[in-house]
């Protein structure tokens, strides 16, 4: 079994971001009735950072045989790197 750098974190395996879980990305507060209401867990940004990977699970590596999931994290990646530009 070979091991390689994980996608989500970048070998790092700590102080990622993630979408927030709260308002899935978006920024605004699903709980609030006002059309502009900020997010409370990520105050709008739709990122959160979290201390341990959620891919790796804080190793910085993942195994081979999880190549199947790794494409969709990676194209997400992508698409935040064209949207971010």
């Known amino acids: 079994m070979t091991e390689r750098v ?3 974190c970048h070998g790092r395996g ?3 971001e993630v979408e927030c879980a709260n308002c899935g990305g ?3 507060d699903p709980e609030e009735d006002k059309p ?3 997010c409370l867990e990520c105050y709008g940004d739709g990122m959160v950072t979290v201390d341990v990977c959620p891919r ?6 993942i195994d081979d045989e999880d190549d199947e999931d790794d494409e969709d994290d990676e194209d997400d990646e992508d698409d935040e790197d064209r949207v971010n530009a």
Do not use: H, S, Y
């Not at 790796?56 to 590596?61: K, L, R, V």
């Open 26 to 28: 978006a920024g605004l």
């Open 56 to 61: 790796c699970g804080g190793a910085g590596t």
């Open 14 to 16: 700590e102080d990622v």
């Open 6 to 8: 994980c996608p989500k």
């Open 36 to 38: 502009f209401a900020q």
